[in-house]
């Protein structure tokens, strides 16, 4: 009889502590997916030195200090992306900081170009464009 009582004081115990532990993952909020910025860069169909530097360079920030943020390589010449290429006027070679969710965008063409030469200055730059586009 000692034991009948000890096994089912283990069994309801077991089921309590089962019922908590549901009932609390119930309660906990679902996560909201906030909103991602994208690095876009266009280019033509030929591309020049300074072009596959600002990739490289672009890709090796967000590899570093971004990993969460998406890269997209366009080719304006492809006819099939002419709608975006109009969307951000980009004809050749740009570079943009782009929110999808609120279709915010930021041209750094200029910035890629003038510190293409320069990693460390393109890549603390970068940060620091990043970091102040997430932030509004």
């Known amino acids: 009889m000692k034991n009948l009582s000890v096994t089912m004081f283990a069994i309801v115990a077991f089921l309590l502590v089962s019922y908590t532990i549901k009932a609390q993952q119930k309660k906990q909020p679902v996560a909201v997916k906030k909103a991602t910025i994208e690095v876009i860069q266009f280019h033509s169909e030929y591309r020049c030195m300074t072009c596959h530097k600002i990739e490289d360079l672009t890709k090796a920030t967000l590899a570093s200090s971004f990993k969460t943020i998406p890269f997209r390589l366009i080719n304006v010449s492809d ?40 990693k460390k200055a393109f890549e603390a730059e970068l940060k620091k464009y990043i970091t102040e586009f997430i932030k509004g």
């Open 79 to 118: 006819k099939s992306n002419a709608k975006m290429a109009n969307q951000f006027e980009a004809a050749g070679t740009a570079l943009f900081l782009y929110n999808p969710s609120t279709g915010k965008k930021q041209d750094l063409t200029s910035f890629a170009f003038m510190k293409a030469g320069n």
